[in-house]
């Protein structure tokens, strides 16, 4: 069983939507969880940390559900610029696991 | 300043032979990390190292060392290289004080024919 699951997508929204994105973790001694962002050809960027009472960034916001080992991000408003892939990341100890990733494209 | 730089970042060559790339931090960084994202997009750590010290060694085939002459440089030499080896490398580097977060070079992109 995979340590991140997600759902790849791809999301096709338009400018101005709300789309959320869910994912799910195995192990429930998971410590941190995070998004990270990734552009087409680049390398991935932390987005931002989630944490249990949930927290918001602007116009995203973090949701953990630790129960029900279920992370999501909410996008509101959104933006062409935020046309990328979603990693959903949880770290255990030492080590981060990555999810695979969901793809959002965000259309004129 | 580039904070995580890697080298080479494209590489193609021939199945069989050996290559290194190489990775540099200059954010001052204890934790560095060597990821695969294979054709799938999916990231999986293969190595990490703390100061120098080997703290993760996934199931990686040991055709892959990496070497941490310093705790600035973590380096991946591979040998004999397979057609499965192809995908992007990504070095990435944590901090002690934020250790939730990773910081990645740019990729290299290994293309075995």
């Known amino acids: 069983r995979k340590e991140v699951e997600q759902d790849p997508g791809p999301f096709n929204v338009p400018e101005g939507a709300t789309v959320a994105f869910n994912c799910t973790y195995s192990?429930?001694?998971?410590?941190?969880f995070f998004w990270y962002r990734q552009d087409c050809r680049k390398e991935p960027k932390l987005l931002m940390s989630?944490?249990?009472s949930g927290n918001e960034d602007g116009r995203f916001t973090a949701q953990l559900n630790r129960a029900s080992q279920y992370i999501s991000l909410l996008i509101r408003d959104s933006k062409l610029s935020d046309s990328a892939t979603y990693l959903c990341v949880v770290k255990r100890g030492d080590q981060f696991y990555f999810g695979t990733g969901t793809s959002l494209t965000v259309i004129p | 300043d580039t904070a995580v730089s890697q080298t080479p970042k494209y590489l193609v060559t021939q199945m069989g032979n050996d290559k290194s790339i190489k990775c540099e931090q200059n954010?001052?960084?204890?934790?560095m990390y060597w990821y695969k994202q294979d054709s799938k997009k999916f990231l999986k750590i293969m190595f990490s190292?703390?100061?120098?010290?080997?703290?993760i060694n996934e199931t990686v085939p040991n055709r892959f060392s990496p070497k941490s002459p310093d705790k600035a440089h973590l380096n991946l030499h591979i040998n004999s290289l397979e057609l499965g080896d192809s995908a992007v490398y990504f070095c990435?580097?944590?901090?002690?004080?934020?250790?939730?977060?990773?910081?990645f070079g740019e990729g290299s992109r290994l293309t075995v024919l």
């Open positions: 990435a580097s944590s901090p002690t004080t934020r250790p939730g977060e990773l910081f």
């Open positions: 192990n429930s001694a998971s410590q941190s």
């Open positions: 989630v944490y249990s």
């Open positions: 190292y703390n100061n120098k010290e080997l703290i």
């Open positions: 954010l001052g960084h204890d934790t």
